[in-house]
């Protein structure tokens, strides 16, 4: 156990509509990222988050964003559903930024499907 | 996009067996990491080495990184059934820190008795 808690475990969502993952980071961690992986691949980086701020984001639409509260604790939403949305997100949290030779402590994901 | 490729994709073994992992990447980087992954849940973390380090151990595991041929690979000796997972290199570039990390496309580890 990382002491990285991700909610819900599993969603089913309609394309079209809405979506809000959320993640608790490991005590001590300030910084959060986010990542997509769809089946049979690797983790793709969706964006970071580092005192409230987004600090980084891959190569995803406007249509995913997110926010990190006070307490490091991070929201994942996606707009407007599509069938390619289908996938595991992972929320990982690390040690402050400036330390650039951290491991990152992964959630156990949210398994979303969009039918 | 995956940062690069994981060689083999999938890699069937006895337990007791040595098994070898080899990634690539494409561009240059800070440091490269080895995580595992269970059924399709969280990644956990394995190893990190440095851009400036070329070998490194713990436990069964060894990891080497070649720089200027931008590989790495993973070493599992002495496997056990309970290696059977999914494993990916992940790299963390030059700039940024935290954990903005590329990964790779992984290697499906089976480890039979």
């Known amino acids: 156990e990382t002491g990285v808690t991700q909610s819900p475990t599993h969603l089913i969502k309609t394309r079209g509509q809405q979506v809000t993952l959320r993640c608790s980071s490991q005590s001590g961690h300030n910084t959060v990222s986010w990542y997509q992986q769809a089946l049979g691949q690797g983790p793709q980086f969706i964006f970071q988050?580092?005192?409230?701020?987004?600090?980084g984001r891959g190569n995803f639409p406007p249509r995913f964003s997110g926010l990190q509260f006070p307490n490091y604790s991070s929201e994942l939403n996606v707009n407007a559903l599509e069938l390619d949305d289908s996938a595991l997100y992972l929320c990982?949290?690390?040690?402050?930024?400036?330390?650039?030779?951290?491991?990152?402590?992964f959630g156990q994901g949210t398994r979303l499907t969009v039918v | 996009s995956q940062q690069g490729e994981e060689d083999p994709q999938a890699l069937s073994i006895q337990e007791g067996e040595n098994a070898t992992m080899n990634c690539s990447y494409k561009?240059?980087?800070?440091?490269l990491q080895w995580y595992r992954q269970n059924s399709g849940r969280g990644l956990v973390h394995l190893i990190l080495?440095?851009?400036?380090?070329r070998e490194k151990h713990s436990g069964r595991l060894r990891v080497t990184l070649d720089t200027s041929k931008k590989s790495s690979s993973l070493l599992i000796t002495a496997s056990r059934a309970a290696d059977t997972a999914s494993y990916f290199c992940a790299t963390a570039g030059l700039t940024g820190g935290g954990n903005k990390l590329t990964f790779g496309t992984g290697t499906q580890l089976k480890v039979e008795l």
């Open positions: 990982a949290s690390s040690l402050p930024q400036g330390r650039m030779n951290t491991e990152a402590f």
């Open positions: 080495i440095r851009s400036n380090e």
């Open positions: 561009t240059s980087i800070n440091n």
């Open positions: 988050y580092y005192r409230e701020e987004e600090n």
